[in-house]
């Protein structure tokens, strides 16, 4: 979506922006592009490898920008304050991870059964399914992947894990084919269940609500944000950052009381007020991107 991405942030020379999910550097090339000679960008993934492609495909932008490995949680850490015009968060996983066997996030090609996006990390997806109990499994399978089986499915692999250890994506998905029968439906049947591990493995729901809060803090008043989401639960979590942030008042707890409102300004308010989705073309060159779903704040 980098028409959009670029409609929504209006990179200009002299512009600073940041690319919270550098990935594969395609969005960051345009917004240096567009904000040529003069506008900077800062960017980060926390995928070491990812960052090193970036570095590459950047290099004609040499002394334009600053990017490192990091999570976008901690994009405050170093970008200053009310410094940026715009910034990006792409979220997901990237081709490059998706395709290679050996990051273990795909169902399609036989890997180790990793997920990691940061290999830093000690954590992966198999220590999730050889070591939670099935109530812990079901409420990932439920909660991050929408599963309806989740219970049935988690019992079962707390019960096969005792015979063989699941240790690789090809393994994993042929027991779920075994286990969930397709029903007619396109999708393979693997696909809930990656999902909602990819997301526990990279905790990312609450690096997505730390990441907002951290965009919006090196905004500049009448800056962007521009979220691209994947699926409802991203949607969902981006929706109620706005919202929280375009109120009028703050609640005065947990449960919103009318009469207890304290009023305030609003810190952030909708650029569009329905998401954006890409286009016929774009989803004819890239079918993967047909979940995608624009957002699109601007600081007060
Ligand atoms: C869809 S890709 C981004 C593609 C990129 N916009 C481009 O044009 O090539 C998503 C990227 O976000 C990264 N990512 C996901 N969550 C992250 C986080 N919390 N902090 C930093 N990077 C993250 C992933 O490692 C992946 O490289």
Request: hydrophobic letters at 40%; aromatic letters at 6%; glycine letters at 12%.
């Amino acid at each position: 979506m980098v028409a959009e991405v670029l409609d929504a942030l209006k990179p200009g020379p002299g512009g600073r922006y940041a690319d919270g999910t550098i990935g594969g550097a395609g969005h960051a090339v345009s917004v240096l592009n567009a904000s040529s000679p003069t506008g900077w960008l800062y960017g980060c993934d926390r995928d070491g490898a990812a960052v090193e492609a970036a570095r590459v495909r950047l290099a004609e932008f040499a002394g334009r920008f600053e990017i490192r490995q990091g999570n976008f949680a901690e994009l405050a850490g170093w970008i200053p304050a009310a410094s940026c015009d715009g910034v990006l968060l792409d979220l997901g996983v990237s081709s490059p991870q998706l395709d290679s066997p050996g990051r273990g996030f795909s169902f399609q090609h036989d890997g180790p059964l990793d997920m990691r996006m940061d290999m830093r990390q000690s954590l992966t997806a198999a220590d999730l399914v050889n070591g939670l109990s099935a109530g812990e499994l079901a409420e990932i399978f439920w909660g991050f992947g929408g599963e309806r089986d989740a219970r049935r499915l988690a019992r079962a692999v707390v019960h096969d894990r005792q015979r063989q250890k699941f240790e690789t994506t090809g393994q994993l998905a042929d027991w779920l084919e075994r286990l969930l029968p397709r029903r007619g439906k396109k999708t393979h049947p693997a696909t809930k269940i990656f999902q909602a591990l990819r997301i526990a493995v990279n905790g990312e729901i609450g690096f997505l609500k730390l990441g907002l809060a951290a965009a919006v803090k090196i905004l500049k008043p009448g800056g962007r944000l521009a979220v691209i989401t994947f699926h409802s639960l991203e949607d969902r979590a981006v929706k109620d950052f706005g919202r929280a942030g375009a109120r009028d008042y703050a609640p005065a707890g947990e449960v919103d009381v009318p009469e207890l409102r304290a009023p305030r300004a609003p810190e952030l308010r909708w650029v569009t007020r329905k998401a954006i989705k890409p286009g016929e073309v774009e989803l004819r060159e890239n079918p993967r991107g047909r979940s995608a779903q624009l957002r699109v704040l601007e600081k007060m």
